[in-house]
């Protein structure tokens, strides 16, 4: 019998099978998804690799396989799964193949040495009338042993470090209970989640909504019925989605099955698990999170991979855990582009997740209050089915928002960046007691250039795109189509010579704040404050907890949190990511006000937003002011229709780069003859440096093709990307993404 084997190495020339002999004393235990070690090439050390299929004999002189690795064997669906990857996404299937392996153990050598973290646990060995007696009679005298058994009586089953903390006793006086029989201390093993979490009150389903209840009828039809189907849940924040997904899971769970939930990374928060855990108990649910530690990590996947979980909760690699029986996955704030993974495997966790519920004939559920535009899309056209929740569950308001014209304040001589509105409500919130959120979405580092006086960008002539500034040359270009024209120092529009480069940061908006309110408290959150494990977390909670005035930052402070004394809401500039040179640009845009507006209000106290901007009559901002995804999508569907962005098209990127720039260049051109060649009926642009052409000394090119991926298309790139590998001469780095999350 031989084996096809894909060797574990994210070596490009090494995607493809390589045969080996199954030596007899393997038959019976080797299968597809074995882990196995041979001999490779002329190298000394074994090298390890996948079993991927079995045929009878080969062509080839081939060698035995030495040894079966025990315990981290993939299944046969694995396989499946990493084969149709590496096919879809353009990687190696080895790329693919370590998403599914456990954590810590995707690196070559198989990691034994993850070891259960044990801790040292102290329990009471007599009872509380007793050690009373003891003392009593002065059997016991120390003053220390007495506090360390009082504090046991409090608190037994505690760990040995915390008892020394809070009862302040050092370990000999532990020991001498130890030996006095007072107390014993016994070694446990613990899981190291995060997420772990005292007693929280269980809580018991509620009476659906009209609403609520139609839409789970309609999922829950699908479940009983084993078939396969796609929703999309749109709904306002607070209009009852969690309420719904948690519903739905409970029946799943009646049924004997699991679930998968995928959240954004960011709204992965302790307060967001902790209300699946007062329904279903910490001991169904397994949370996985980028932010765990490796072993964190492996605890949360053994508990899966060993049936101990039935619902798994996480960011988007979540939706490779090892679950078995799955009988729904639901994807919460389905808009999030952090379901895209920008490294290989480049996959998209929503595609991934429409494979398993198909594979598994089950429902597939996509939550949003501001669904992507390529699903509403979908929606509207019946490829998915629109499960619409109008009102919100609890019968808050919506707070009321607000826009500023901040050319009006440059007129009136305001060169601060808060307009005189923003200023009086923080006055008067400050006076009131009441929280602050300003927001100052810097995303990206992409400089845009505007006229201070109208507001007017420089936008490319082919595509609705705003062109972004490179010092270097000191020109514009635009990142889609490679037009580039000289810089402006007028305005085209009103001739003023006020033209600003714009990249103002959360950093010096805090200071003005601090200048401009020396009496308040603030507070900032942004990628340079955020760095340590849970710190998102911690400057959140300080903000709520130590009535901090005003919190400023980034998209960061926008998900997750409910802050119920926030009664404001500052956008510092909604230009910001109007202007990114994405065609995604008004949607990101309409996404992140609308979602920042629902910081503010969400109790008794009516909320309030302003939004200042230079472009009040955009109509991203004028639909997010209104809250009103549907006109949003009508316009933003038309331009896409127009233009030809996706959904009317899917945008494969090829990234080429490398040291070597004439080589990078001569990669470009060949690839792009080959596609030119092969691939009729879809635009393909000449290749052209990307944004940031340079990076570490590396040259990156790119080619960018506009058109519907399909299979034909996919495999005719799969196989130029093939022929380029084999062609050694050229060492450029090749790269393709379909439709990536960033153009840069
Ligand atoms: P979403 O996930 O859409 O933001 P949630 O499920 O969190 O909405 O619901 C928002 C609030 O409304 C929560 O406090 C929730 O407990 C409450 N809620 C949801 N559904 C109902 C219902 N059917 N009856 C009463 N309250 C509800
Ligand atoms: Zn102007
Ligand atoms: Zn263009």
Redesign the pocket.
Known sequence: MVAEVIINSTVKTLNRTFDYNVPEDFFGTIKIGSRVLIPFGNSKNLEEGFIIGFKDKSEYKIKDIVKIQEGYDLTKENIELAKWMARKYFCNISDCIKMLLPPGTSTKIIDNRIKEKKLNFVYLKKTKEEIENDINQKKLKSDKQIRALNFLIENDECLTTDLEMFADVSRAILNTLVKNNYIEIIEKQVERNPFINKKIEETQD????VE?QNAYDKIEKSIKNNEFNEFLLY????????????QLIKKVLSNNKTAIMLVPEISLTPQMVN?FIARFGQEQIAVLHSKLSVGERYDQWRRIQNNEVKIVIGARSAIFAPIKSLGIIII?EEHDSSYKSEMPPRYNAKEIASYMARKNNIPLVL?S?TPDVTTFYKAQNNIIELLP?TK???NSNLPTVSIVDLRDELANGNKTMISRALYEEIQTNLQQKRQTILFLNRRGYSTFVMCRDCGYTVKCKNCNITLTYHMKQNKLKCHYCGYEQDNVTICPECNSNKIKYFGTGTQKLEEAINKMFPQAITIRMDVDTVNKKNSHEEILNKFKDENIDILIGTQMVVKGHHFPNVTLVGVIAADGSLNIDDYRASERTFQILTQVAGRAGREKIPGKVIIQTYNPDNFSIECAQKQDYEKFYLAENNIRKQLKYPPYCDIILFGISGENEQEIIKTSNIIYEKLTQTIKDVNIFKPMPAPIDKIKNKHRWRIIVKGMVNDYIIDQINEILADMYKNKSSKARIVVDVNPTSMM
């Open positions: 509620l009476k659906l909504t609520q709904g306002v924040t607070g209009s009852g989605k969690t309420e719904v997904y948690m209300r919460d939550g209050a929740l919100r569950a609890n």
